[in-house]
C-alpha cells in the first residue's frame, strides 16, 4: 500500500511517503488500513490487488462460477463447475443459477478422485451421490484419472502376489477373475489390431498369405476351448 498525496495520482511518489507493505485484498481491509495510520489523513491509497506474480485478486466461488457458465452457456454443449471438494449444497446452487437463465442445459461434474470422499460424504450419501446430481441436471458425471488409479491399484497387487506365488497370481488374479466377469480384454488379439492387419495381409497377396496374426493357437483359439 502506497500513500500518495490528493491530487498527484500519476505523478512520482516521494521516498519521502510512508510506505506499509501488507497483504491487503479487499476495499475493506485497505480502508482499515488506512485508518490506523495516523499519516493517512493527508493521502490518499493506490493498489493494484494483484498477486506477486501480477495476478489479479478475484472474490472465488459458487458466483463467480455461475458467472463465468452463463457466460459460455450459449455456445457450448456442457457446462462445468470445479469444486475443492464434493459438495450437493454447492452443485445445487451452480446448477439453480444456470438453469435460471437457460433452463434444462446441461451439466457436467467432475466426481474427482482428488476428493477425500469417505472422509466428506456418509456411505449412504456416496451411493445416492451420482442420482442426486443427475435430478439437478448434471448429464454428465465422470471420474478424472479413475483408470490411472484402479491400474495402479491393481498392478500393485499383481506385483506383490506374483512374488509371492508367481503364475499362479497372474492366473487367479487376473485370467481367472476376466473370464469370470467376461472382461472381453481376456482375448487381447483383437484389441490390437490383429484381426484388421490379417485382413489387410490377405487384399495384399491376394489371399496367398502364409501367416497369420488370429492363426491356429493364438489367444483367441486357445480361451474358446476352455
Not at 442420482?131 to 448429464?139: H, R, S, T
Not at 482375448?187 to 495381409?201: F, I, N, P, Y
Amino acid at each position: 500500500m502506497i500513500f500518495v498525496e490528493r491530487g498527484q495520482i500519476g505523478a512520482g511518489v516521494r521516498a519521502s511517503l510512508p510506505t506499509i507493505e501488507k497483504d491487503l485484498t479487499t476495499m475493506q481491509e485497505i480502508v482499515d488500513e488506512i485508518k490506523r495510520n495516523s499519516s493517512s489523513e493527508n493521502y490518499i491509497t493506490v493498489t493494484s490487488l494483484k498477486t506477486g506474480e501480477g495476478f489479479f485478486y478475484v472474490n472465488c466461488g459458487v458466483e463467480q462460477g455461475i458467472d463465468r457458465g452463463l457466460s459460455y452457456a450459449p455456445y457450448a454443449d456442457l457446462i462445468w463447475m470445479e469444486t475443492s471438494n464434493p459438495d450437493l449444497d454447492y452443485a445445487r446452487q451452480f446448477a439453480e443459477g444456470i438453469h435460471a437463465k437457460f433452463p434444462g442445459k446441461m451439466l457436467a461434474y467432475n466426481c474427482s478422485p482428488s476428493f477425500n470422499w469417505a472422509a466428506k460424504l456418509s456411505v449412504a450419501e456416496m451411493e445416492t451421490f451420482r442420482e442426486d446430481l443427475a435430478a439437478m441436471g448434471y448429464k454428465f458425471q465422470f471420474i478424472t484419472l479413475a483408470g490411472f488409479h484402479s491400474n495402479g491399484l491393481v498392478v500393485t497387487k499383481l506385483a506383490r502376489s506374483f512374488g509371492d506365488r508367481g503364475m499362479l497370481a497372474y492366473v487367479q488374479d487376473i485370467q481367472r477373475q476376466e473370464k469370470k466377469e467376461e472382461v472381453e480384454l481376456l482375448k487381447h488379439q483383437k484389441w490390437s489390431g490383429a484381426e484388421l492387419v490379417d485382413r489387410m495381409v490377405n487384399v495384399a497377396s491376394g489371399g496367398q498369405s502364409s501367416t497369420a496374426a488370429m492363426g491356429a493357437g493364438v489367444t483367441e483359439d486357445q480361451f474358446s476351448k476352455h
